[in-house]
């Protein structure tokens, strides 16, 4: 097989890129930020200067930064473009437009997938970072209905509070973990019709087992969508025999 290089392209075979907010905590395995967590190589840009609180108050201050990461990815050749926050819903119409590969910047782009395959009493029930803060506009960047959705925040919940909203630099797993459990419960027990559960915060998908072991029922979050995605991306040759 003859192999020629790409124009401008210094290394290979890295098919997703993955945006990351100008942001300070651990990243452990399960989260978008870890690339432990992939089965596949991924390439990260940082998006200098665009932060988690411009996000939530909906500042575009920021776009023309992320268009040039994202193209910069582009150019570095990745097959699609990610990012590390639902909340970049934002964006998603402007940088899908700006770049010629596919863009799925949130994890919130599952939720018509999800109400589809439930029945239409059903309800999607989402698990955010700050649910005060998701609302309509978010959703109608990414074609979701709020109608079909429930949603659960965890901005109440205090060491997520100070990991994930405030920063502080540090992450109690354990502590994470039982508190995101809870919210699922809690998600559940007040809303029956939920039959599915979709975590938008990147940081949440290390606790997903745990959750789903708790309710019962299926767990979306982002890398239910970027496993997905990559498995578009990067075909694989069937083996075996009849």
């Given at each position: 097989m003859l192999y020629k290089a790409n124009k401008n392209q210094m290394n290979y075979g890295e098919a997703v890129g993955?945006?990351?907010?100008?942001?300070?905590?651990?990243?452990?395995?399960?989260?978008?930020?870890?690339?432990?967590?992939?089965?596949?190589?991924?390439?990260?840009?940082?998006?200098?200067?665009?932060?988690?609180?411009?996000?939530?108050?909906?500042?575009?201050?920021?776009?023309?930064?992320?268009?040039?990461?994202?193209?910069?990815?582009?150019?570095?050749?990745?097959?699609?473009?990610?990012?590390?926050?639902?909340?970049?819903?934002?964006?998603?119409?402007?940088?899908?437009?700006?770049?010629?590969?596919?863009?799925?910047?949130?994890?919130?782009?599952?939720?018509?997938?999800?109400?589809?395959?439930?029945?239409?009493?059903?309800?999607?029930?989402?698990?955010?970072?700050?649910?005060?803060k998701l609302d309509d506009d978010f959703l109608k960047a990414v074609n979701a209905d709020p109608d079909d959705i429930v949603l659960k925040g965890m901005e109440d919940k205090e060491s997520f509070r100070k990991t994930v909203i405030e920063e502080c630099g540090e992450l109690d797993s354990e502590q994470m973990e039982k508190e995101a459990v809870e919210a699922a419960e809690e998600l559940v027990r007040e809303n029956p019709e939920v039959k599915a559960v979709l975590l938008e915060c990147s940081m949440l998908p290390p606790y997903a087992k745990a959750i789903q072991d708790k309710v019962k029922l299926p767990v979306f979050d982002f890398i239910t969508m970027i496993d997905y995605v990559f498995s578009a991306l990067v075909k694989k040759k069937y083996d075996g025999f009849m």
């Amino acid at each position: 097989m003859l192999y020629k290089a790409n124009k401008n392209q210094m290394n290979y075979g890295e098919a997703v890129g993955i945006l990351l907010l100008d942001y300070a905590a651990p990243f452990i395995p399960g989260d978008v930020g870890n690339a432990s967590t992939f089965d596949y190589p991924v390439r990260y840009k940082l998006v200098k200067g665009v932060n988690f609180k411009q996000l939530l108050e909906k500042d575009k201050s920021g776009l023309e930064v992320i268009i040039k990461a994202a193209k910069e990815l582009e150019r570095d050749g990745v097959r699609a473009i990610t990012a590390d926050c639902g909340f970049f819903a934002l964006f998603q119409k402007e940088i899908a437009e700006a770049v010629d590969i596919p863009v799925f910047l949130s994890s919130l782009l599952q939720i018509p997938f999800i109400s589809s395959i439930l029945d239409k009493n059903s309800k999607v029930g989402v698990i955010s970072a700050e649910s005060s803060k998701l609302d309509d506009d978010f959703l109608k960047a990414v074609n979701a209905d709020p109608d079909d959705i429930v949603l659960k925040g965890m901005e109440d919940k205090e060491s997520f509070r100070k990991t994930v909203i405030e920063e502080c630099g540090e992450l109690d797993s354990e502590q994470m973990e039982k508190e995101a459990v809870e919210a699922a419960e809690e998600l559940v027990r007040e809303n029956p019709e939920v039959k599915a559960v979709l975590l938008e915060c990147s940081m949440l998908p290390p606790y997903a087992k745990a959750i789903q072991d708790k309710v019962k029922l299926p767990v979306f979050d982002f890398i239910t969508m970027i496993d997905y995605v990559f498995s578009a991306l990067v075909k694989k040759k069937y083996d075996g025999f009849m």
